[in-house]
Antibody, heavy 125, light 109 residues
């Protein structure tokens, strides 16, 4: 069974930093691109970032570019999102999601077939 | 950037058919994916590549895509189908290539 479990969310002050983790199990983690998607309270889904299966390529939404860094450790089956210079508008539930296609290189299908339960990031002083 | 437009809400009686639309410029030339999200839960993929169903998704869920409109159709609607539904595309020409629609709240009367 595919499982994605996020952790690391919490309360952080504006301008602060936080690192989210997503522990994956039930599939060959190193063969799938992975993504982060967020959802502000009461709002819709917003795409954040992607990383290819081997970590060779990454993508960021303009809203987080230069402030967030996505990474992965295939030996630990774990995806990360390092968030810095946090703003009030970054407050959201952050979901990790698996890319829809098996791929051993720098490729993406750009849809998301499994999602974690999410971790809440609150940015407030 | 590419914009996907969904109606904020759709209501349907149990046993009837619900149709949720997703409008976009020439969306028929793109692949559309649909997600279901129930309150307090993570999204679940229900349709990918316009009309494919992941394993475990009932056949009552189907999708189509043509012209400027993609449609998620839910036949024989059940109370458990009440949820928010989001369409999503990848637009390679956009500076925001992963685009979600604003979501549609499906209410089962």
């Amino acid at each position: 069974e595919v499982q994605l479990v996020e952790s690391g969310g919490g309360l952080v002050q504006p301008g602060g930093s936080l690192r989210l983790s997503c522990a994956a199990s039930g599939f060959t983690f190193s063969s799938y691109a992975m993504h982060w998607v967020r959802q502000a309270p009461g709002k819709g889904l917003e795409y954040v970032s992607a990383i290819s299966s081997n970590g060779g390529s990454t993508y960021y939404a303009n809203s987080v570019k230069g402030r967030f860094t996505i990474s992965r450790d295939n030996s630990k089956n774990t995806l990360y999102l390092q968030m810095g210079s946090l703003r009030a508008e970054d407050m959201a539930v952050y979901y990790c999601a698996r890319d829809g296609s098996y791929c051993g290189g720098d490729c993406y299908s750009w849809y998301f077939d499994y999602w974690g339960q999410g971790t809440l990031v609150t940015v407030s002083s | 950037s590419y914009v996907l437009t969904q109606p904020p809400s759709v209501s349907v009686a149990p046993g009837k058919t619900a149709r949720i639309t997703c409008g976009g410029n020439n969306i028929g030339s793109k692949s559309v994916h649909w997600y279901q999200q129930k309150p307090g839960q993570a999204p679940v993929l229900v349709i990918y590549y316009d009309s494919d169903r992941p394993s475990g998704i009932p056949e009552r869920f189907s999708g189509s895509n043509s012209g400027n409109t993609a449609t998620l159709t839910i036949s024989r609607v059940e109370a458990g189908d009440e949820a928010d539904y989001y369409c999503q595309v990848w637009d390679s020409s956009s500076d925001h290539p992963v685009v979600f629609g604003g979501g549609t709240k499906l209410t089962v009367l």
